[in-house]
């Protein structure tokens, strides 16, 4: 197992197709990265749910995600379920917000997802943030769509049940799918622990990855 630590990360950029996704796919890393740098600068952009309850629960969601962090959080108004009708409204709003950061990182649904717009947001990625690192989130649902990642961050016990915890609380309106238990989330963090030698981790796809050894 081989540990690559960045120099510096004091930017990331979060993106998701539907309000919930970013938290699920990367919450336990959001808690970790903020608890280890306080003042990390955390842009979201969210691409539906814009004005309904969802996108209420979003805001609350992502402030208790990223603790201390300086967060700007953009929920736009596409339909569910309908990105690639609207392929170019999204990529004009990736675009926006590339304009105005400079990130260290970004996190984005995997490629391979089998969610239209969890798939189409991932395909837009490297065509707005070129030459930038990005770790592809993984989401679990009745898809059947998990597969083997490459990328994976631990996450102490205590943020693994925390992740848990802040879902319940501020996703009330997803309750009632039958996949979105405590037992799901953390069922899955343990698998992806085992897989890299923890007890708890999120694993992330990784496209292109430059190692720059030069010292």
């Given amino acids: ?11 990331v950029v979060v993106l998701g197709a539907h309000c919930d996704d970013i938290a699920i796919g990367a919450g336990g890393t959001l808690l970790t990265l903020c608890g280890q740098r306080p003042g990390l600068r955390v842009d979201a952009l969210v691409l539906s749910g814009g004005g309904t309850e969802r996108e209420a ?5 992502l ?4 603790p ?7 929920v736009l108004k596409l339909p569910d379920g309908r990105l690639p009708a609207h392929w170019d409204e999204a990529k004009n709003a990736l675009e926006e917000l590339k304009q105005r950061t400079d ?27 070129r030459g930038y690192l990005a770790l592809g989130y993984e989401i679990v649902k009745w898809d059947g769509d998990l597969g083997r990642l490459a990328a994976y961050v631990p996450l102490a016990d205590e943020l693994a049940e925390r992740k848990v ?7 009330a309106s997803q309750r009632h799918r039958p ?12 698998i992806r622990g085992i897989e890299c ?7 992330f796809e990784v496209n292109k990855l430059i190692l720059d050894l030069r010292g």
Avoid: K
Avoid at 165 to 171: N, S, V
């Fill in 68 to 74: 201390g962090a300086n967060l700007d959080v953009t």
């Fill in 63 to 66: 402030a208790a995600f990223c």
């Fill in 57 to 61: 629960e979003e805001r609350a969601a």
């Fill in 103 to 129: 990130p260290d990182v970004v996190f984005a649904p995997r490629t391979v997802d089998a969610h239209q717009d969890h798939c189409g947001l991932a395909q837009l990625v490297p065509t707005v943030f």
């Fill in 165 to 171: 915890r802040l879902l319940q609380e501020h996703y």
């Fill in 179 to 190: 996949w979105y238990d405590r037992e799901a989330f953390l069922g899955l963090a343990r």
């Fill in 197 to 203: 030698q923890q007890r708890y981790a999120e694993a």
């Fill in 1 to 11: 197992m081989i540990n690559l630590l960045p120099q510096r990360l004091g930017s």
